[in-house]
């Protein structure tokens, strides 16, 4: 969800100082912090204009206001603060409005065409280098924890991860009844490096286990009780044990996200007084009367596309137009239709095999919202007063409100979802949509920012009213605090996106460098989980993946021809598949270019292959995927996906020259077929696999 008010739109204008669009921070993630902590001192000179400086990022949810600095004699602000061990993102705010990065540090994209500001923080211990075969180890570094992904079932197989410091250790392996299973390297970052093992586990009996972490001359023993002389075994009780189940169908489905109100509009009578044409230029609070007649209208396309499933942005009544400010959760916005109306359009797209995912807003709400109006009416004396965070009385709705509200916006008041009366009607939704309309999944908004008490209590009440409903999760970054089993089933892949962005539409990574994070990024969760990311180029809250790529229509192809084929769920943003073109949000939210969805558009015949492909193939649905060739000097990469006895092999070819690939191809018999081109390939005398591909193509090749 974005969103911004007038007030601040022309506040930004106004000043001299160096503008980041608001939108900039909360495009890179606000996310719990780990326990571990380091103290930090920021220090900024900001111009003399600046009256108030505040520190806002990933380690304060991004709150302008949490983290206020004081200024010294010396014209410089300061703050000390701790910050989580690892990578941390922040901005400096000055006067409480405008964003600016830290000219003193180092700064990455964050994904919607600005930059944060970069922090990392090592545990004391990493002062000492480390080196392998010194007999030494970093204990602090070392974990296993019995949560997903460290402990894992999934496939009938158990997994058991470690996580150990970088170039530290020899090796690493399990105990396991009496059996060594030596972990892998699965990947890393700066701070950590992971190694996993699947070890045979029939559920039957009670499992005990630790490892053996050798470097130099010298094995450690790391169990429950940590690194120590005499190491308690980690165990699994088979009759408590549950497993992490996601919903199968997930991993299986191409997703297409609407924006309602910009998709089509098939009712005139339902428009809105102000209603703008259709090809106007979206702005802040403009509309464009798209409606439910409209999406019924069009689909006999979505079913021809081929898609599974539709997530709709909110839906319900609200006085904006991205809804994401409900004034009734129960209620379908008159301007988008009726409920009734929206029932029948479900069950339509249900019966062509298509399911319906809707977002929610747990996090807040409008001000016309029954318990926030009734605070209005009645202050302290109202009944609904801790419904909110209200400071004091009677509420001001305006600048500075004096009650929580999300990023200080008064148009959306902060809702306690752990008052009982709050949480008990939040949870009520579930029931009541799910009885209304035939509901697969449900999207949560701003999800970082919710207790995860919350979360962990509506999955009970999700999962017990169907186990099969979806839960995903608006996060930016890594999804890990709430991919545990407890609480979500996914995340919207935001670090897919930024991974796609820096190969593709920047070309400021390689292809080793892309297959090594696209790796990681799959085995930060558990399998299950990696297969059922919500993988996408683009949203209602990024710039459009085309525009990103400079309007360069193969090298967008060719990122589409990644997403549909390595792990995970692919999600289409409205008009993606046709090549539509928008800037930051709101230009990323025009109209639905309808003349464009014709048989002679490339990028939708595009769209269509790879589809129909990744429909047809359980490996590029389910299978386990694997790097099998990676070329940076000439711009190429290759990799399986392997589905039982299904096989799939991708060959992509970023270059700007004609490409042969040599790929070492899994075994088996038969010719290849490429999906894409239709052109057969025979494997060579070695076992190898020679494929020619054109500049900025890829090549799906299955039997």
């Given at each position: 969800m974005n969103t911004l008010s007038t007030r601040l739109m022309l506040s930004i204008a106004a000043l001299t100082l160096p503008v980041v669009p608001f939108l900039a921070p909360r495009v890179a993630l606000a996310q719990t912090a780990p326990a571990d902590t380091m103290p930090h001192t920021f220090m900024f000179a900001a111009p003399p204009q600046a009256k108030t400086v505040n520190v806002a990022g990933t380690f304060n949810n991004w709150d302008k206001n949490a983290l206020p600095m004081t200024k010294g004699a010396d014209g410089v602000w300061v703050v000390q603060t701790r910050v989580p061990l690892g990578k941390s993102q922040y901005k400096f705010v000055i006067n409480g409005e405008t964003w600016v990065t830290d000219p003193e540090g180092k700064s990455e994209d964050d994904g919607g065409g600005n930059n944060n500001s970069v922090l990392l923080k090592a545990p004391k211990e990493y002062a000492t280098p480390a080196r392998v075969g010194d007999g030494v180890i970093t204990a602090s570094a070392v974990l296993h924890d019995t949560a997903p992904p460290f402990r894992n079932y999934d496939r009938g197989q158990l997994s058991l991860s470690v996580r150990v410091r970088p170039n530290d250790v020899k090796s690493v392996a399990a105990l396991v009844g009496g059996k060594r299973y030596p972990l892998v390297r699965q990947g890393g970052d700066e701070l950590y490096d992971k190694y996993a093992v699947r070890v045979p586990w029939n559920r039957k009996t009670d499992l005990s286990y630790s490892f053996a972490i050798s470097d130099g001359a010298k094995t450690f023993r790391y169990g429950a009780n940590g690194l120590t002389a005499s190491a308690k075994p980690f165990t699994l009780d088979a009759a408590t044990f549950k497993p992490y189940v996601v919903p199968g169908w997930v991993e299986k489905t191409v997703f297409y996200q609407i924006f309602p109100d910009r998709f089509e509009n098939g009712d005139k009578t339902n428009d809105p007084k102000?209603?703008?044409?259709?090809?106007?230029?979206?702005?802040?609070?403009?509309?464009?009367?798209?409606?439910?007649?409209?999406?019924?209208?069009?689909?006999?396309?979505?079913?021809?596309?081929?898609?599974?499933?539709?997530?709709?942005?909110?839906v319900f009544a609200s006085p904006s137009n991205h809804r994401y400010d409900a004034e009734d959760f129960k209620r379908i916005d008159g301007q988008f239709g009726t409920n009734a109306e929206f029932a029948r359009l479900t069950k339509e797209l249900e019966k062509r095999g298509i399911k319906t995912v809707m977002d929610f807003v747990f996090n807040h709400s409008a001000t016309t919202f029954f318990a926030f109006q009734d605070i209005r009416d009645k202050g302290e004396a109202s009944a609904y007063k801790d419904w909110y965070f209200i400071k004091s009385y009677p509420v001001k709705i305006g600048e500075n409100p004096n009650y929580a509200a999300w990023y200080g916006f008064s148009s959306m008041p902060k809702l306690n979802v752990l008052n009982p009366p709050t949480h008990d009607y939040l949870l009520s939704l579930m029931d009541y949509w799910t009885k209304t309309v035939p509901l697969a999944g449900i999207r949560l908004d701003v999800a970082n920012e919710v207790e995860q008490q919350f979360w962990r209590d509506?999955?009970?009440?999700?999962?017990?009213?169907?186990?099969?409903?979806?839960?995903?999760?608006?996060?930016?970054?890594?999804?890990?605090?709430?991919?545990?089993?407890?609480?979500?089933?996914?995340?919207?892949?935001?670090?897919?996106?930024?991974?796609?962005?820096?190969?593709?539409?920047?070309?400021?990574?390689?292809?080793?460098?892309?297959?090594?994070?696209?790796v990681a990024l799959e085995q930060s969760y558990a399998p299950q989980v990696s297969r059922n990311m919500m993988n996408l180029l683009s949203s209602h809250d990024t710039p459009r993946f085309l525009t990103s790529c400079k309007n360069n229509e193969p090298m967008h192809q060719l990122a589409a021809t990644l997403q549909f084929t390595w792990v995970g769920a692919p999600s289409i943003y409205y008009g993606e598949e046709i090549g539509m073109q928008g800037g930051g949000d709101p230009d990323n939210r025009r109209g639905m270019d309808w003349d464009k969805a014709t048989e002679s558009n490339a990028m939708l015949a595009h769209y269509k292959k790879?589809?129909?492909?990744?429909?047809?193939?359980?490996?590029?649905?389910?299978?386990?995927?694997?790097?099998?060739?990676?070329?940076?000097?000439?711009?190429?990469?290759?990799?399986?996906?392997?589905?039982?006895?299904?096989?799939?092999?991708?060959?992509?070819?970023?270059?700007?020259?004609?490409?042969?690939?040599?790929?070492?191809?899994?075994?088996?018999?038969?010719?290849?077929?490429?999906?894409?081109?239709?052109?057969?390939?025979?494997?060579?005398?070695?076992?190898?696999?020679?494929?020619?591909?054109?500049?900025?193509?890829?090549?799906?090749?299955?039997?």
């Open positions: 102000d209603v703008q044409s259709w090809s106007a230029k979206p702005e802040w609070f403009n509309r464009f009367g798209g409606d439910i007649a409209g999406v019924e209208k069009r689909v006999g396309y979505l079913d021809g596309l081929g898609v599974g499933a539709v997530y709709f942005n909110p509506l999955r009970v009440r999700a999962k017990g009213i169907d186990p099969n409903l979806w839960i995903v999760g608006e996060v930016w970054g890594d999804g890990s605090p709430w991919l545990k089993g407890d609480q979500w089933d996914s995340v919207m892949n935001y670090r897919f996106r930024d991974a796609c962005l820096g190969f593709f539409a920047e070309e400021k990574t390689t292809p080793t460098q892309f297959a090594n994070r696209l790879l589809i129909a492909v990744r429909n047809a193939h359980p490996a590029l649905q389910s299978g386990d995927a694997k790097i099998l060739s990676t070329d940076d000097k000439s711009g190429t990469l290759a990799f399986s996906r392997t589905s039982g006895k299904d096989v799939a092999v991708v060959v992509l070819n970023r270059s700007r020259e004609t490409r042969t690939v040599n790929v070492p191809a899994p075994k088996g018999t038969g010719t290849w077929k490429d999906a894409l081109s239709g052109k057969s390939v025979a494997p060579g005398a070695n076992g190898t696999v020679s494929v020619t591909l054109a500049p900025l193509t890829g090549a799906v090749l299955t039997r």
